[in-house]
């Protein structure tokens, strides 16, 4: 069950422009993040983490990749650069038995530093969504 829209995200090679744009000129705020293996920003609206924003590492794009899969930086303009939709979600395993049966892939990840389950999956488009499952323990 959808709760609501959690977040969008940008992947980007232009991350600290981004960054300023969203912050200095909208008026979020660049606040906490988790650590993940990647270089990024979350861009907060009051208390919510409304903008995610993540660059791909020259150095070390494995860490991105094997998170969220890899993506041609060539296609990162305009639409092409809105990585995934994210949703707050209720009840995983009624989510689970349906994608079993449907056949469809997903992957599944736990958040480091947040008690924070998700599920990625693509649409028939190829749009990633993103389903969240916070305080949620196998």
Do not use: C
Request: aromatic share 12%; hydrophobic share 35%; charged share 25%.
């Amino acid at each position: 069950m959808l709760t609501g829209l959690e977040h969008y995200a940008i992947r980007t090679t232009k991350l600290e422009e981004t960054k300023n744009f969203y912050v200095d000129l909208l008026g979020l705020i660049d606040g906490a993040r988790p650590h993940f293996p990647f270089p990024g920003h979350w861009l907060y609206l009051g208390d919510h983490a409304l903008v995610h924003l993540f660059a791909i590492d020259p150095k070390n794009p494995e860490g991105l990749n094997d998170y969220l899969g890899e993506v041609d930086a060539s296609n990162l303009t305009g639409s092409g650069a809105v990585d995934h939709l994210a949703f707050r979600a209720e009840n995983p395993e009624e989510l689970r038995n349906r994608i079993q049966k449907s056949g469809t892939k997903y992957r599944d990840r736990k958040v480091p530093d947040l008690d924070l389950y998700q599920v990625f999956l693509e649409d028939p488009n190829g749009i990633t969504i993103e389903l969240n499952y916070f305080n949620y323990s196998e």
